[in-house]
């Protein structure tokens, strides 16, 4: 809210929309709920989608199940461009809790099921390819060393230092059978872009999958994400729109030039009569 033209309700109701809608809002919805200009209501979300994203937060552990997914991505917002103009690599990780306590799932033998299990928090991100380097770098920066990862085998997998590794061999089986909770997360996020956003832009894409995941995460209480959203972003430091977009202000580094203002007259209240 640094230097916002905008009134206090306004960003008040745009956080309690974003944060407590099952399906998110677009700009355009916003800007129509909240009668502003489009261009303010996207840069508004794209404030509070940065929001989102609690500094100190935990990683992920347990048991874990990690998998990587292609999206379809539009290059432009012409309605004649095919969607699906490019792809974009999104890895996940979500984790498996046990239904009865509601505590993280203990790990349990190798290729062994884990039946009746809750999903937990999850965590996503794009990365530029499926190589190991990718992946490796993903694992050590949102799941705790220790945890059980649960895998499609994935020759990427093996050799990240400090993790069990428990992979499952897909083959032909559906890949929802064997890593429920993840292609659960993949298939919200699928059907979230498309019907929402009509279709991801790889601009600000990691912002999109953060707020995909703040809401997916407290789905069973939101009615504190109000609340959470508002105290996570006391934590971060005020953004402008050039630095959400990465250009240059053209007015950065140019002298104000500043009038003295107009003095209006007025009755002197000794001489009216």
Known sequence: ????????????????????????????????????????????????RRAMVNPNRDLREGVVEVDQTEMPFRANDDPDTPLKTGKIIVIGAVEVR??????????????????DTLSGRCRLAVISSNEAVHIHSFIRANIAPGSTLVTDGHASYPGVDGYRHDPRVVGNMAAHIPLKWIHRVFALLKRWGLGTYHG?????????????AFRYNRHFYRHVSF?????????????S????????????????IRRNPQKRRTVDKAGDG
């Open 1 to 48: 809210m640094h230097r916002t033209k905008l009134p206090l309700r306004v960003w008040f109701w745009a956080a309690h929309l974003m944060a407590t809608h099952s399906n998110g809002m677009s700009a355009r919805q916003l800007a129509g709920q909240m009668g502003i200009a489009y261009s303010s209501a996207w840069l508004l979300e794209q404030k509070l």
């Open 98 to 115: 046990d239904r009865t306590t509601g505590k993280a799932q203990e790990p349990k033998a190798f290729g062994a099921k884990y039946l």
């Open 200 to 212: 991801f832009r790889p601009e600000h894409i990691d912002t999109y999958l953060n707020e995909f």
């Open 227 to 239: 609340e959470a959203v508002l105290g996570i972003a006391t934590d971060h430091a005020p953004l």
């Open 241 to 256: 729109y050039w630095d959400i977009t990465g250009r240059d202000n053209p007015r950065k580094g140019r002298a104000v």
